[in-house]
């Protein structure tokens, strides 16, 4: 069985200050891992991944996050946001799972900006 | 450009009927995926298809029912077995590649009871 929790519902941060985005998991079997970005009314986007290899992961819009596997956590970075950051962030893992892949999502995190 | 449509991007549902949601990738992706969002709940997986003429229950399948008959099409039916059917409606696909696909969304559909 694997899961994901967000630990956060909501963060409030001021503008061009850095944030955390807290995501601890447990998976049984080999970890990939995901943040997607959410913006209202719109489908998921995918920010960054970790299949394998270095465990800080780039992605787009400037973020970055860290694969700690003696924590199973994966939390998500920024070092300065911006209000168009402004968005639920979604943490979630992926696994085979009786033949298929199966992905499963935290509840979401909502980054809201303050300028 | 390659991607994934859903339409409606808004639906209206009348009790006691049945409507169907559109998802359409050009992305050449074997499996798609059907996921439903409530606010606070992040996302629940509703069906899901590996190939063509083969698709699988997930999570909250009741309620719900999909066809598979082409490649890029995974439409879901929201029958009227489905008593809450107020959600945010989202497809995805994927390229298998042994448990590390990515999974692509479409914008989504936003099915409101009249």
């Known amino acids: 069985a694997q899961s994901v929790t967000q630990l956060d519902s909501q963060v409030p941060v001021f503008e061009e200050a850095p944030v955390e985005l807290r995501c601890n998991y447990s998976?049984?079997?080999?970890?990939?891992l995901f943040w997607y970005v959410q913006y209202p009314n719109q489908g998921l986007q995918l920010l960054l991944k970790?299949?394998?290899?270095?465990?800080l992961v780039k992605g787009i819009n400037g973020f970055e996050a860290e694969f700690n596997k003696s924590q199973t956590s994966f939390h998500l970075r920024k070092p300065s946001v911006h209000i168009s950051d402004t968005a639920e962030y979604f943490c979630?893992?992926?696994?085979?799972?009786?033949?298929?892949?199966?992905?499963?999502f935290g509840i979401g995190t909502k980054l809201q900006v303050i300028p | 450009d390659g991607g994934i449509t859903q339409s409606p991007k808004y639906l209206f549902r009348k009790e006691g009927q049945n409507v169907t949601l559109s998802c359409e990738q050009n992305l050449n992706h074997d499996a798609m995926y059907w996921y439903r969002q409530d606010p606070g709940q992040g996302l629940r997986l509703i069906y899901y298809?590996?190939?063509?003429?083969?698709?699988q229950k997930g999570d909250i399948a009741e309620g719900y029912s999909v066809s598979r008959e082409k490649k890029e099409s995974f439409p879901l039916t929201v029958t009227s077995a489905q008593k809450n059917p107020t959600a945010f409606y989202l497809c995805?696909?994927?390229?298998?590649?042994?448990?590390?696909?990515?999974?692509?969304f479409g914008p989504g559909t936003r099915l409101l009871v009249l």
């Open positions: 979630a893992v992926s696994g085979r799972s009786g033949g298929y892949q199966k992905v499963t």
């Open positions: 970790y299949l394998s290899g270095s465990t």
């Open positions: 298809s590996q190939i063509v003429n083969d698709f």
């Open positions: 998976s049984s079997v080999s970890v990939y």
């Open positions: 995805a696909s994927s390229r298998p590649t042994g448990g590390k696909e990515t999974q692509y």
